[in-house]
Protein backbone atom coordinates (compact mmCIF):
# COMPACT_ATOMS: atom_id res chain seq x y z
CA UNK A 1 0.00 0.00 0.00
CA UNK A 2 1.08 3.19 -0.50
CA UNK A 3 2.35 5.38 1.97
CA UNK A 4 2.92 9.25 2.37
CA UNK A 5 6.05 11.22 4.43
CA UNK A 6 5.75 14.61 4.80
CA UNK A 7 9.03 16.05 6.32
CA UNK A 8 8.70 18.93 8.70
CA UNK A 9 5.52 19.36 10.80
CA UNK A 10 6.38 22.64 10.78
CA UNK A 11 7.88 25.11 8.31
CA UNK A 12 8.68 29.06 9.17
CA UNK A 13 9.64 31.23 6.27
CA UNK A 14 10.24 35.23 6.21
CA UNK A 15 7.56 36.77 3.77
CA UNK A 16 9.16 37.05 -0.05
CA UNK A 17 11.46 33.92 0.92
CA UNK A 18 11.55 30.54 -1.11
CA UNK A 19 8.62 28.15 0.60
CA UNK A 20 9.77 24.15 0.44
CA UNK A 21 7.51 21.93 1.68
CA UNK A 22 8.78 18.27 1.27
CA UNK A 23 7.17 15.10 0.39
CA UNK A 24 7.99 11.45 -0.32
CA UNK A 25 6.35 8.76 -1.45
CA UNK A 26 6.93 5.01 -1.05
CA UNK A 27 5.84 2.03 -2.85
CA UNK A 28 5.33 1.53 -6.74
CA UNK A 29 4.84 4.88 -8.60
CA UNK A 30 1.23 6.12 -8.13
CA UNK A 31 -0.11 7.79 -10.92
CA UNK A 32 -1.32 10.51 -9.33
CA UNK A 33 -0.22 12.76 -6.25
CA UNK A 34 -1.70 15.47 -5.12
CA UNK A 35 -1.23 18.70 -2.81
CA UNK A 36 -4.17 20.00 -0.60
CA UNK A 37 -3.95 22.93 1.27
CA UNK A 38 -6.17 23.49 5.09
CA UNK A 39 -6.58 26.70 6.45
CA UNK A 40 -7.99 27.39 9.89
CA UNK A 41 -11.84 25.92 10.22
CA UNK A 42 -11.73 25.00 6.75
CA UNK A 43 -11.76 21.89 4.77
CA UNK A 44 -8.83 20.70 2.12
CA UNK A 45 -8.80 22.72 -1.12
CA UNK A 46 -6.40 21.31 -4.32
CA UNK A 47 -3.54 23.11 -4.97
CA UNK A 48 -2.24 21.11 -7.26
CA UNK A 49 -2.23 17.43 -9.22
CA UNK A 50 0.31 15.41 -10.81
CA UNK A 51 -0.61 13.03 -13.70
CA UNK A 52 1.94 10.19 -15.56
CA UNK A 53 3.97 12.11 -17.98
CA UNK A 54 4.04 15.86 -16.54
CA UNK A 55 6.87 16.08 -14.21
CA UNK A 56 6.47 19.85 -13.30
CA UNK A 57 3.03 20.55 -12.14
CA UNK A 58 1.87 24.18 -11.39
CA UNK A 59 -1.24 24.67 -8.76
CA UNK A 60 -3.09 27.91 -7.82
CA UNK A 61 -1.53 30.51 -5.55
CA UNK A 62 2.08 30.77 -7.31
CA UNK A 63 2.64 27.28 -6.15
CA UNK A 64 4.71 24.25 -8.25
CA UNK A 65 5.52 20.85 -7.76
CA UNK A 66 8.31 18.20 -9.08
CA UNK A 67 7.80 14.72 -9.29
CA UNK A 68 11.21 13.08 -9.30
CA UNK A 69 11.05 9.07 -9.41
CA UNK A 70 14.98 8.67 -8.65
CA UNK A 71 14.37 10.04 -5.66
CA UNK A 72 10.24 9.13 -5.12
CA UNK A 73 9.94 12.78 -3.82
CA UNK A 74 7.27 15.21 -5.02
CA UNK A 75 8.03 18.51 -3.25
CA UNK A 76 5.85 21.82 -2.93
CA UNK A 77 7.49 25.16 -3.52
CA UNK A 78 6.90 28.49 -4.95
CA UNK A 79 9.46 31.39 -4.20
CA UNK A 80 7.80 33.94 -2.69
CA UNK A 81 5.61 33.60 0.13
CA UNK A 82 2.92 35.90 1.35
CA UNK A 83 1.46 36.12 4.57
CA UNK A 84 -1.56 34.45 3.17
CA UNK A 85 0.26 31.28 2.67
CA UNK A 86 0.20 30.64 6.26
CA UNK A 87 -1.74 27.36 6.39
CA UNK A 88 -1.48 23.57 6.90
CA UNK A 89 -0.58 21.17 3.58
CA UNK A 90 -0.75 17.88 2.76
CA UNK A 91 0.80 15.50 0.46
CA UNK A 92 -1.77 12.48 -0.73
CA UNK A 93 -1.69 9.76 -3.00
CA UNK A 94 -4.14 7.20 -3.99
CA UNK A 95 -4.36 4.34 -1.69
CA UNK A 96 -6.17 0.63 -2.21
CA UNK A 97 -9.74 0.93 -2.83
CA UNK A 98 -11.88 3.24 -4.71
CA UNK A 99 -10.44 6.41 -5.13
CA UNK A 100 -9.63 6.84 -1.38
CA UNK A 101 -6.56 9.21 -0.24
CA UNK A 102 -3.34 8.35 1.81
CA UNK A 103 -2.50 11.74 3.11
CA UNK A 104 1.22 12.48 4.36
CA UNK A 105 1.21 14.13 8.13
CA UNK A 106 1.07 17.64 7.09
CA UNK A 107 3.09 20.50 7.17
CA UNK A 108 2.44 23.60 9.11
CA UNK A 109 3.56 26.92 7.36
CA UNK A 110 4.12 30.09 9.27
CA UNK A 111 5.26 32.96 7.34
CA UNK A 112 6.85 35.73 9.20
CA UNK A 113 6.77 39.53 8.21
CA UNK B 1 -22.63 25.89 -7.90
CA UNK B 2 -23.14 25.02 -4.30
CA UNK B 3 -19.75 23.40 -3.14
CA UNK B 4 -19.88 19.88 -0.57
CA UNK B 5 -22.05 20.96 2.32
CA UNK B 6 -21.61 19.37 5.89
CA UNK B 7 -23.68 19.17 8.93
CA UNK B 8 -23.49 20.02 11.57
CA UNK B 9 -20.28 22.17 12.02
CA UNK B 10 -20.09 21.45 15.67
CA UNK B 11 -21.07 18.62 18.08
CA UNK B 12 -20.09 17.92 21.61
CA UNK B 13 -21.74 14.36 22.89
CA UNK B 14 -20.77 12.27 25.64
CA UNK B 15 -19.40 8.96 25.59
CA UNK B 16 -21.56 5.68 24.63
CA UNK B 17 -23.91 8.06 22.64
CA UNK B 18 -24.18 7.67 19.31
CA UNK B 19 -23.74 10.00 16.01
CA UNK B 20 -24.88 11.16 13.12
CA UNK B 21 -22.97 13.95 10.10
CA UNK B 22 -24.56 14.80 6.90
CA UNK B 23 -22.65 15.31 3.83
CA UNK B 24 -24.60 16.79 0.48
CA UNK B 25 -22.06 16.22 -2.50
CA UNK B 26 -21.45 18.88 -5.27
CA UNK B 27 -23.88 18.81 -8.03
CA UNK B 28 -23.58 16.04 -10.44
CA UNK B 29 -20.59 14.33 -8.41
CA UNK B 30 -21.75 10.61 -7.84
CA UNK B 31 -18.71 9.57 -5.14
CA UNK B 32 -18.85 10.40 -1.28
CA UNK B 33 -15.75 9.59 1.10
CA UNK B 34 -15.36 10.16 4.53
CA UNK B 35 -12.46 11.05 6.43
CA UNK B 36 -11.15 11.27 9.87
CA UNK B 37 -8.87 13.82 11.05
CA UNK B 38 -7.27 13.87 14.35
CA UNK B 39 -5.66 17.44 15.86
CA UNK B 40 -2.13 17.24 14.42
CA UNK B 41 -2.63 14.49 12.09
CA UNK B 42 -3.56 14.00 7.94
CA UNK B 43 -6.90 12.60 7.27
CA UNK B 44 -7.18 9.25 7.61
CA UNK B 45 -9.80 7.38 5.06
CA UNK B 46 -12.71 5.84 6.76
CA UNK B 47 -15.26 4.85 3.79
CA UNK B 48 -16.18 5.63 0.10
CA UNK B 49 -19.31 5.68 -1.67
CA UNK B 50 -20.19 5.42 -5.12
CA UNK B 51 -23.64 4.80 -7.04
CA UNK B 52 -24.90 4.15 -3.32
CA UNK B 53 -22.52 0.63 -3.06
CA UNK B 54 -19.74 0.95 -0.60
CA UNK B 55 -16.19 0.91 -2.85
CA UNK B 56 -13.57 1.20 0.32
CA UNK B 57 -13.54 1.04 3.80
CA UNK B 58 -10.81 2.19 6.26
CA UNK B 59 -9.21 0.36 8.92
CA UNK B 60 -11.93 1.64 11.47
CA UNK B 61 -14.16 -0.18 13.83
CA UNK B 62 -17.91 -1.89 13.03
CA UNK B 63 -18.73 0.84 15.02
CA UNK B 64 -18.47 3.06 12.25
CA UNK B 65 -21.05 3.09 9.24
CA UNK B 66 -22.71 4.77 6.58
CA UNK B 67 -24.57 4.57 3.53
CA UNK B 68 -25.25 7.15 0.39
CA UNK B 69 -28.88 8.15 -0.12
CA UNK B 70 -30.25 8.11 -3.90
CA UNK B 71 -29.61 11.80 -4.70
CA UNK B 72 -25.99 10.89 -3.76
CA UNK B 73 -25.67 12.55 -0.35
CA UNK B 74 -24.85 10.68 2.91
CA UNK B 75 -24.48 9.88 6.44
CA UNK B 76 -21.59 8.89 9.12
CA UNK B 77 -23.25 6.67 12.12
CA UNK B 78 -20.73 6.31 15.03
CA UNK B 79 -22.25 4.19 17.63
CA UNK B 80 -20.68 3.94 21.12
CA UNK B 81 -18.39 6.84 20.91
CA UNK B 82 -14.82 6.88 22.29
CA UNK B 83 -12.67 9.83 24.34
CA UNK B 84 -10.65 8.78 20.78
CA UNK B 85 -13.61 9.58 18.46
CA UNK B 86 -13.22 13.12 18.94
CA UNK B 87 -12.24 14.91 16.01
CA UNK B 88 -12.94 16.73 12.74
CA UNK B 89 -15.24 14.54 10.19
CA UNK B 90 -14.37 15.52 6.28
CA UNK B 91 -16.44 14.69 4.02
CA UNK B 92 -15.27 14.84 0.24
CA UNK B 93 -17.34 14.26 -3.19
CA UNK B 94 -16.22 13.43 -6.60
CA UNK B 95 -17.68 13.03 -9.97
CA UNK B 96 -16.78 9.13 -10.37
CA UNK B 97 -14.69 6.99 -7.63
CA UNK B 98 -11.49 6.49 -9.36
CA UNK B 99 -8.47 7.48 -8.14
CA UNK B 100 -7.87 10.10 -10.92
CA UNK B 101 -11.09 11.88 -9.90
CA UNK B 102 -10.39 15.13 -7.80
CA UNK B 103 -11.90 15.19 -4.43
CA UNK B 104 -13.71 18.21 -3.37
CA UNK B 105 -13.82 18.47 0.28
CA UNK B 106 -16.59 20.21 2.99
CA UNK B 107 -15.63 22.70 5.91
CA UNK B 108 -15.85 19.37 7.80
CA UNK B 109 -18.03 18.36 11.32
CA UNK B 110 -15.66 18.55 14.69
CA UNK B 111 -16.67 16.59 17.06
CA UNK B 112 -16.22 16.11 20.83
CA UNK B 113 -16.35 13.93 22.78
CA UNK B 114 -16.66 14.42 26.40
Known amino acids: AQSVTQLGSHVSVSEGALVLLRCNYSSSVPPYLFWYVQYPNQGLQLLLKYTTGATLVKGINGFEAEFKKSETSFHLTKPSAHMSDAAEYFCAAPGDAGNMLTFGGGTRLMVKP | ?114
Request: charged share 20%; with cysteine.
Open chain 2, 1 to 114: DAGVTQSPTHLIKTRGQHVTLRCSPISGHKSVSWYQQVLGQGPQFIFQYYEKEERGRGNFPDRFSARQFPNYSSELNVNALLLGDSALYLCASSRQGEAKNIQYFGAGTRLSVL
